[in-house]
Structure formats: structure tokens, C-alpha cells
């Protein structure tokens, strides 16, 4: 078992840090950083000013290990834009995100799972037909048009739910439902799947002869191998929240890390925007490695394997 995640450990640094260089490349090379931050009526000579003063004018090579190396000490520059440190920046708003991500996976759990063991225990039924048209409605519908439509109903029609802002727990009602919905078709038809092929086992059908039904025996002999493939699309999904935030929090005006996402690309803060692209990547990989661990400890073939 320690093997398989230190193997695991090692693959997800390796991703890390090709998500790291894909960044810096993209962000230093596609455009003239200089250039983004001075505008583009500045002349030549403001423009190497700027260089100079960021060190723009390096050795891509040296930069990148540069920044590489703050990194690995705990310094992520600072920002062009509002012209502070970049770890404050991201530590002051990632409060935001981490409970609009947690807040809207467990939206999707909550709308996911009692839909896909109900269609599996019903299949092909009005029950299953409804379940699929949750899923299929769900995945039809961009995120920015529902947070529309979300506010126009519960923020203006109903005035039920703030529309704007994050003081209260109430501010986050509204934006988890957008990001977690977009979660639900692919959880719910997983699980659907999972049970569907589950109820059909040997194991199964012993249960059931031992007079196991329903809610017993989902909890008891069904639901544990067929959440196997549900955790890591949860985890996985987990990592996208905080990634696809970005119109969710700039929809219902959340300072977290995805507006700042966007403030940044708007005012070409490339260490910024740089860091996010960063803490996004290892969030994301960090995700997917512990969904192989926790599929590794249910299921010991992953181990062997």
C-alpha cells in the first residue's frame, strides 16, 4: 500500500510541475508581459523600464527556475496589479472558495446519489426516465445562464436568498446549487451504473434471499463496490470547483479565488494569475490522489494491479 502511494505521490508532483511549466510558458511567451502591463500606448522606453524593473529582460530559463525556487520557499512574488505579495493575495480569498467548492460538491451528493440508486432500483421506470432527464437537463445548461436565471427567481421575484457577496452562509446558497449542479449527470449516471451491475452480482442475490431489501441492502452489500467509480469522479469534481469557479463567483460577486482568477487576467498580473493556474493544478492532482487511495483501500485489486 505504501508503494502504490508513493508511486501515486510521484505522479501527481510530476503533473504538478508540467502544469507549472505549460503556464509560465503560455503566460511569458504568448504575449509580451511588458507590453500587457504598460498598455498599449506606452512607448518603447516606459516599456523597458518595466522589463527592467520585473526582470522581464532575463533568460526565460532563469525566471522560470527563478520563480520555481520562491515557490518551493513559500514566495510567490508579487503582484503587478495590486502590488502585494501574491501569496496574501491568495491566501485572503481562498476562505471564499474552498466553501463555495465544499458547499457545492455537497449539493451534488445530495441530488446525485438518491437519484442514481433510486433509477437503479427502478429501472427503466418513470423513476429512472425522471432521473435521466435531471441528469440530462443539468448538463444542458451553461452555469452563467442558470445563475441568471437563479437570481431572478430566488434574489428578485422570491427575494429569498442574497444575490451578491459572501458574509453569510445564506450568500452561498444560491452560487453552490449553480457549481454543483453542473456535477450532477455525470455522478448520478455513474451511480446509477454502478448499482445497476451491482444488484446483478452473486453476493447480491444471496442478500436477497436472506431477506435484505431496499435501503439494507444498498448500505450493507451494494453501495460499497459501486461507489468505487463515484469517489474519484467526486474528487475529481472537487478539483474542478475550484478551478470553475470563475463564473460562478463573478456571477454572485464571491471574492474568491476565481474572481481574482479573472481581476488578474483583466489587469495582465501574470505572477498572480501564474499562481492560481499553480494552486489550481496541485488542488486538482492532491483530488485525484487521494480518490486512488481511497479507491486502493476499498478495492485491494487496485493495489495488486
Do not use: C
Amino acid at each position: 500500500m505504501l508503494r502504490y502511494i508513493a508511486l501515486r505521490a510521484l505522479l501527481a508532483l510530476l503533473v504538478a510541475f508540467t502544469v507549472s511549466l505549460a503556464a509560465f510558458l503560455l503566460l511569458n511567451v504568448a504575449a509580451d508581459p511588458a507590453q500587457a502591463i504598460a498598455g498599449e500606448d506606452a512607448t518603447q522606453d516606459v516599456i523597458d523600464a518595466i522589463r527592467a524593473r520585473y526582470g522581464l529582460d532575463r533568460p526565460l530559463a532563469v525566471r522560470y527556475f527563478d520563480w520555481l525556487g520562491g515557490v518551493l520557499h513559500g514566495d510567490f512574488g508579487e503582484s503587478y496589479y495590486w502590488h502585494q505579495p501574491v501569496a496574501s493575495l491568495v491566501w485572503d480569498r481562498a476562505d471564499e472558495t474552498i466553501t463555495l467548492a465544499l458547499s457545492a460538491l455537497t449539493v451534488t451528493i445530495l441530488i446525485a446519489l438518491p437519484l442514481g440508486a433510486l433509477a437503479a432500483l427502478n429501472p427503466n421506470s418513470w423513476i429512472d426516465r425522471f432521473a435521466l432527464g435531471v441528469a440530462v437537463s443539468a448538463q444542458a445548461v451553461p452555469n452563467f445562464w442558470l445563475g441568471l436565471i437563479m437570481i431572478i427567481v430566488f434574489g428578485v421575484t422570491f427575494p429569498i436568498f442574497p444575490v451578491s457577496g459572501d458574509d453569510t452562509w445564506r450568500h452561498f446558497v444560491l452560487p453552490a446549487f449553480v457549481l454543483g449542479a453542473s456535477s450532477v449527470p455525470a455522478v448520478m449516471r455513474l451511480t446509477r451504473t454502478g448499482l445497476i451491475e451491482v444488484m446483478s452480482a452473486d453476493y447480491v442475490r444471496t442478500a436477497r434471499s436472506k431477506g435484505f431489501r431496499g435501503g439494507a441492502l444498498l448500505r450493507r452489500h451494494a453501495m460499497r463496490n459501486a461507489l468505487l467509480p463515484v469517489i474519484s469522479v467526486l474528487a475529481v469534481q472537487l478539483g474542478q470547483k475550484f478551478g470553475g469557479s470563475v463564473i460562478t463567483e463573478s456571477i454572485f460577486a464571491i471574492n474568491g479565488l476565481g474572481r481574482l482568477a479573472l481581476e488578474s487576467i483583466l489587469g495582465a498580473d501574470i505572477p498572480t494569475v501564474q499562481m492560481l493556474i499553480f494552486v489550481f493544478a496541485i488542488v486538482f492532482v492532491t483530488m485525484n490522489l487521494i480518490a486512488d487511495i481511497l479507491n486502493a483501500a476499498l478495492d485491494p485489486r487496485i493495489r495488486i494491479g
